[in-house]
């Protein structure tokens, strides 16, 4: 009779525990937050109807990071050149190791996205990427997932409508999610580089002088023949799967430009087609960083995804050229609209993703890899101004990621001097090449036909190394806008400037003369290849992040950069606006410090453990 008493006793108890735990696991479903309810979607998409069910989505989860303040104490000191940890760069576990989530945290959102009975999933420690059915990822989020059709270009997609919900203890343990309910950017988010051909025959006539690599070299003061090797690597990145290069465009525009031929070894993502965007990057950066081993990489999606699979990659290029962005405030849409909500949709705002974003670049480089970012074309007031019909509300758009402190933004000039010669490469033939002495002046409407970008980031402070710059151009007395149009207690940019007008490129046969900070980025981007090309030789560690190392190398020596102290950037590609900056001795929101000298950096590099 004991025994038996005992043994009801023990199964009421599991039957209770069972019951307890049952109620617990259904409490936990029904305790689900809403990420994001979506009622609208961008104008330039038509819903067609319900996802098939069994149509297959590739989506993003991105964990919350620990440690992220004290990682930035560290990387700072890694790329301080003057810091005794200089150059310490570290391994992407160690770095894993200090900013992921606890296993158990980890496994919370892993299970709960598994459970669903996905396709597929992979860890990335600090990220989880899925790919899913229409179906499941309607069951794992209680939402519909519908059809849409590019009304422009027939693209497809699909995305959530209405609210995205997760469970409580999963959106605890999450930043955002990236893929369900977005949108792909826009493709304008590229710089825009290419001239138009009604244009080309008047600009072959009357402008002016033209720019090839040996340009740039002279301007940088890069020695004849100086090369990298396959021991730095390289690479430029495209955005929004956009078109190629062509390898015989390559091959032709180092004949015509008396160039020895740097081929690139390595493609990443879609390749297809050709494009100006594309082969402006690829023709700069190899025609620079000369022998350097050169790779091409297409990116589906935006900077986060594109941070967070460079990052995992464990053949990363030493140096990446990226000619894209997009203003801060406007990071998830192609809206207009001042606030766009669309980076909601992901669980965060704009400057959310951008700080997720900004984490991402810094653990790149906590490797040792070198972010190189232009600063777009349309100027201060960019393309969302270009009429200047906000000047009033909204005159000056900063663009990202330029505004990163942890990538260095690079603007764009304009060789004003007309000397010029046919003479040399069989391009000058064709283009008169410009010949020195140079006379330089910022990219804009008066010398050519885009203006540079430049100004201060909306959400991230001034890093320290910049402080002393910045604040000596604000009490310059310099042409600025009225403090209540920007946050002048921010990351100010560009950090240099190269060559951006009148610039020849070999494509689909022809020469051309194309225009942008899509031209001085990969060159800026090459001239860093050389510089790691003598740290590797020297049993040194690459460069990494050298925004530190470009300033402190001109506090120590002006010489470093040459200097442009005319002009603004109140203008866009079609209009000149009332508010903008103005370029000043030494660093301005223009330039940055200008034109980086080889030579004279290289003697400062030459000092360096």
């Not at 109807?49 to 989860?61: A, E, L, M, T, V």
Request: proline share 6%; with cysteine; charged share 15%.
């Amino acid at each position: 009779l004991f025994r038996s008493e005992m043994m009801k006793a023990v199964l009421s108890v599991a039957i209770v525990l069972a019951v307890v735990l049952l109620v617990s696991v259904q409490t936990a479903e029904l305790l689900r937050d809403v990420v994001f309810t979506r009622t609208d979607f961008p104008n330039d998409w038509a819903r067609t109807g319900r996802s098939d069910p069994k149509q297959q989505i590739s989506f993003w989860i991105a964990l919350t990071q620990k440690n992220l303040p004290q990682l930035e104490k560290i990387y700072w000191k890694t790329s301080d050149p003057e810091n005794e940890m200089y150059g310490k760069w570290w391994t992407q576990d160690q770095i894993l190791d200090f900013v992921a989530p606890s296993k158990a945290d980890h496994d919370i959102v892993f299970n709960w996205a598994k459970s669903a009975g996905v396709v597929d999933i992979r860890s990335v420690r600090d990220a989880i990427q899925v790919r899913a059915t229409a179906e499941a990822l309607e069951r794992l989020f209680h939402t519909t997932i519908y059809a849409f059709q590019h009304k422009q270009t027939g693209r497809l997609h699909h995305a959530a409508m209405g609210a995205l919900t997760v469970p409580h203890s999963v959106h605890q343990r999450l930043d955002m999610i990236l893929g369900v309910s977005d949108f792909p950017m826009p493709k304008e988010a590229r710089a825009g580089v290419a001239i138009k051909d009604s244009i080309t025959n008047k600009l072959q006539d009357s402008n002016g002088p033209y720019v090839i690599p040996s340009t740039i070299q002279n301007l940088m003061g890069i020695p004849a023949g100086t090369k990298a090797s396959t021991s730095v690597s390289q690479e430029a990145v495209e955005f929004e799967n956009v078109p190629a290069f062509s390898y015989s465009d390559l091959q032709t525009y180092a004949t015509k430009t008396n160039s020895p031929f740097t081929n690139i070894t390595k493609i990443y993502g879609s390749f297809q087609g050709v494009f100006t965007e594309s082969t402006l990057d690829v023709q700069m950066i190899t025609n620079i960083g000369v022998a350097a081993d050169s790779r091409y990489r297409t990116v589906t999606e935006w900077m986060y995804q594109w941070g967070v699979t460079l990052f995992n990659q464990q053949d990363a290029a030493m140096v990446q050229s990226v000619s894209y962005g997009w203003p801060e405030q406007l990071q998830c849409t192609g809206s207009l609209a001042p606030g766009s909500q669309e980076c909601q949709q992901l669980g965060v705002g704009n400057a959310g993703y951008i700080a997720r974003t900004d984490a991402e670049f810094m653990k790149i480089g906590m490797r040792g890899i070198t972010l190189v970012v232009c600063t777009q074309d349309e100027g201060a007031p960019s393309s969302h101004n270009n009429y200047c019909a906000l000047d009033l509300t909204h005159p000056l758009w900063p663009m990202y990621p330029a505004t990163s402190p942890y990538v260095l933004a690079v603007g764009g000039m304009t060789i004003t001097s007309k000397g010029s010669s046919k003479s040399g490469a069989p391009a000058c033939s064709q283009y008169p090449c410009a010949t020195e002495p140079f006379t330089l002046e910022p990219a804009m409407l008066s010398n050519s036909i885009w203006t540079v970008g430049g100004g201060f980031s909306d959400f991230t402070p001034v890093p320290d190394f910049q402080k002393k710059y910045v604040s000596q151009w604000l009490a310059g007395g310099n042409f600025m806008p009225p403090s209540k149009f920007f946050n002048a207690s921010n990351r100010a940019y560009p950090d240099c400037t190269s060559s951006g007008s009148y610039v020849l490129i070999e494509i689909q046969g022809n020469l051309e003369p194309v225009f942008g900070t899509s031209a001085a980025t990969p060159m800026v981007a090459g001239l860093i290849s050389l510089f790691n090309q003598y740290r590797v030789a020297n049993g040194k560690a690459a460069l990494g992040p050298v925004n530190q190392l470009f300033y402190t190398a001109y506090q120590k020596n002006a010489k470093t950069f040459t200097d442009i102290t005319t002009g603004t950037n109140r203008c866009t590609t079609a209009a000149c606006c009332k508010y903008g900056y103005g370029s000043a001795k030494g660093w301005d929101p223009v330039n940055g410090l200008g034109v980086p000298q080889y030579d004279q950096l290289l003697d400062y590099i030459k000092t360096l453990n």
